[in-house]
């Protein structure tokens, strides 16, 4: 009798457990997904794991890098890290501790055509001018409302600043629930410092990540990280103001681009579900239930910790290089990849250094 009665409190238990749980997760979840199709396994390169060759630069001072950026002129490297700082490489390989930014929320950067100035992506302050004189925001709203994950900028020749909003949504720390709710919540913004004002130039973007411009500055290249593709969003000519797909069915998520000094373009691609996992983007009840409980939440977005690979494309949207570090050996989780002087300087939100690939030995 004891043992029956046993039986039925634990039944009990358990039901009202699932009750409280499926009500958690549908009432309480804290995203509305779609159904994510993900690029065909045909996509995916045989790995050569050429990215474990890398030179380990700033070994122990960096954390984690996300970005670089180079001035050419001056042979000068720098870099964002996740410590608030940006820090800068010199010609003689000495590092400087340069600027420290309040918060833990720097992304994209790039130089000006004004010296000794920086353009840095804050996800909660907007777009920074960073420079010997100090730091300045250049513009925090768009239409009235607060830009609060921009992610990547890039400055032209007039210099207007085209950047991206990975987000409208989510933020930069809850930033996978937005991979896992599959619905586009990405911008391409432009800020014009002759009128000092902000607009947006595309809506509804997967996810928008890095910005790149031709080599003529007649189309940008931006990355759309859970579409697997990147767009070109042409800026004069006769398709001015007109958006087109540039390479599709990528291996893995864009991240950063940059132009390489031949016209084609850098793209690191993040593996950005943990493989094995790759049934949840199928579900939205799963996905529901994953995105209510933060540690399910770790395990399905670790993949991007796994690995590391970048291709380069060419400006007709053909993939022609690809390198890898396929078990994360050495480099993982490599965001950006920039061309300077023969060499692909790669930045990672998982490393203490900023690897450095001689591309003639490749």
């Not at 690029?39 to 070994?59: D, H, M, R, T, W």
């Not at 199928?282 to 933060?294: E, Q, Y």
Request: include cysteine; charged fraction near 20%.
């Amino acid at each position: 009798m004891a043992s029956k009665q046993t039986v039925h409190l634990l039944l009990s238990f358990v039901s009202v457990c699932f009750l409280a749980i499926s009500l958690q997760v549908l009432f309480f979840s804290p995203i509305s997904p779609d159904i994510l199709e993900l690029p065909p396994a045909s996509s995916a390169f045989p790995p050569n794991n050429k990215l474990q060759g890398v030179i380990k630069l700033g070994e122990g001072f960096l954390d984690g890098p996300e970005d670089i950026a180079v001035d050419k002129e001056c042979s000068v490297i720098y870099t964002a890290t996740r410590d608030s700082w940006l820090k800068r490489l010199h010609k003689n390989g000495s590092w400087e501790t340069w600027k420290r930014l309040e918060g833990h929320t720097l992304l994209g950067i790039t130089t000006s055509e004004e010296s000794g100035v920086l353009v840095v992506c804050d996800t909660e302050k907007g777009l920074l001018k960073v420079g010997e004189d100090g730091v300045s925001v250049l513009t925090s709203q768009v239409n009235g409302y607060q830009i609060n994950f921009a992610d990547d900028v890039i400055e032209a020749s007039d210099g207007c600043l085209y950047f991206s909003v990975a987000s409208t949504k989510f933020g930069l720390h809850n930033w996978y629930l937005d991979f896992l709710e599959a619905k586009p919540h990405g911008q391409l913004l432009k800020y014009d410092p002759s009128t000092k004002q902000t607009s947006i130039l595309l809506d509804d973007l997967g996810f928008a990540n890095g910005v790149a411009l031709s080599e003529d500055q007649d189309y940008l290249v931006i990355c759309e990280t859970w579409k697997f593709r990147c767009l070109k969003y042409w800026l004069r000519g006769e398709k001015e103001g007109e958006t087109e797909i540039f390479v599709e069915n990528l291996p893995g998520g864009p991240d950063n681009i940059n132009l390489a000094p031949d016209g084609s373009f850098w793209i690191a691609l993040l593996q950005v579900t943990t493989e094995g996992f790759e049934f949840i983007h199928a579900s939205k009840v799963i996905k529901k239930f994953i995105a209510t409980f933060p540690k399910l939440i770790h395990i399905v977005s670790n993949g991007v910790n796994k690995k590391a690979t970048i291709v380069n494309v060419a400006a007709d949207g053909k993939i022609t290089k690809h390198f890898d570090d396929s078990e994360g050996k050495v480099i993982r989780f490599v965001t950006t990849a920039i061309e300077f002087e023969d060499h692909l300087y790669l930045g990672s939100l998982n490393t203490n250094f900023i690897g450095k690939f001689p591309l003639k030995a490749a």
